[in-house]
C-alpha cells in the first residue's frame, strides 16, 4: 500500500536538544497525524491536524499541517529519555483510509 | 476509559494453520481498522469494519478476512499461515468510520514458523 515518505529514519540526540521531523507525500491529505509507538505496543496518538496551515502542540510537542496539504512536519522541544520511540505520521483521505509514513526512530542519549 | 484490548497478545503458529485474533474498541466507538506492521514493509491497512460491514480494504490475499459483530468487537483471520505472514497485528478504533482519529491496540505479535 501507499506509504508516506517520512524523515529522517532514524535519530540519535543528547537529552535537552529539539527534534525535528517531517513527513511528505505526493498526495493530498484531509488530515495528519503523528504516533508514538514504544517497543511492543500500539502507537499511541500525539498530534492531530485538521486544516491546511494549523500549528498544534502538546507539550513539548510541536506539529504542523503544510500549507499545500501533502506534508506536516513534528517538532519535539528539550527532549528527555522516555521521548525514545518510533514517531509515525499518517495521512488521512476521503473515505477515511489511513496512510502511514516509514516511521522515524529516536534515540535520547542521557 | 478502557481502551482498545486485542487477544492473545502473543501467538505462535506453524505453516498451513490459521489464526483467528481479536479486537474490542473502546466503549462507544463504531469503526475498528486493523493492519499489518513489520519491520520491512512498516504499517500497511488490512480492512475496516463499521456496523458490522467491510468499509475498506486494504491491498491482502484473500488469506486475510475478518468480521465485526453487533458490540462492534471484531475478529481477523488468517488461514494457510505464510512464514511472511509473522507480524504485529494492529487494530485501531474510532467513534464512526467518519471520525478521523484513531486509537491503537497494544497488538498481537504473531510468530509463524
Not at chain 2, 479486537?23 to 456496523?51: A, D, K, M, N
Request: include cysteine; glycine fraction near 10%; proline fraction near 4%.
Amino acid at each position: 500500500g501507499q506509504q508516506l515518505n517520512q524523515s529522517p529514519q532514524s535519530m540519535f540526540i543528547q537529552e535537552g536538544e529539539d527534534v525535528s521531523m517531517n513527513c511528505t507525500s505526493s498526495s493530498i491529505f484531509n488530515t495528519w497525524l503523528w504516533y508514538k509507538q514504544d517497543p511492543g505496543e500500539g502507537p499511541v496518538l500525539l498530534i492531530a491536524l485538521y486544516k491546511a496551515g494549523e500549528l498544534t502542540s502538546n507539550g513539548r510537542l510541536t506539529a504542523q499541517f503544510g500549507i499545500t496539504r501533502k506534508d506536516s512536519f513534528l517538532n519535539i522541544s528539550a527532549s528527555i529519555p522516555s521521548d525514545v520511540g518510533i514517531y509515525f505520521c499518517a495521512g488521512l483521505k476521503t473515505g477515511n483510509q489511513f496512510y502511514f509514513g516509514t516511521g522515524t526512530s529516536l534515540t535520547v542519549i542521557p | 476509559k478502557a481502551g482498545v484490548t486485542q487477544t492473545p497478545r502473543y501467538l505462535i503458529k506453524t505453516r498451513g494453520q490459521q489464526v483467528t485474533l481479536s479486537c474490542s474498541p473502546i466503549s462507544g466507538h463504531r469503526s475498528v481498522s486493523w493492519y499489518q506492521q513489520t519491520p520491512g514493509q512498516g504499517l500497511q491497512f488490512l480492512f475496516e469494519y463499521f456496523s458490522e460491514t467491510q468499509r475498506n480494504k486494504g491491498n491482502f490475499p484473500g488469506r486475510f478476512s475478518g468480521r465485526q459483530f453487533s458490540n462492534s468487537r471484531s475478529e481477523m483471520n488468517v488461514s494457510t499461515l505464510e512464514l511472511g505472514d509473522s507480524a504485529l497485528y494492529l487494530c485501531a478504533s474510532s467513534i464512526s468510520e467518519s471520525t478521523d482519529t484513531q486509537y491503537f491496540g497494544p497488538g498481537t505479535r504473531l510468530t509463524v514458523l
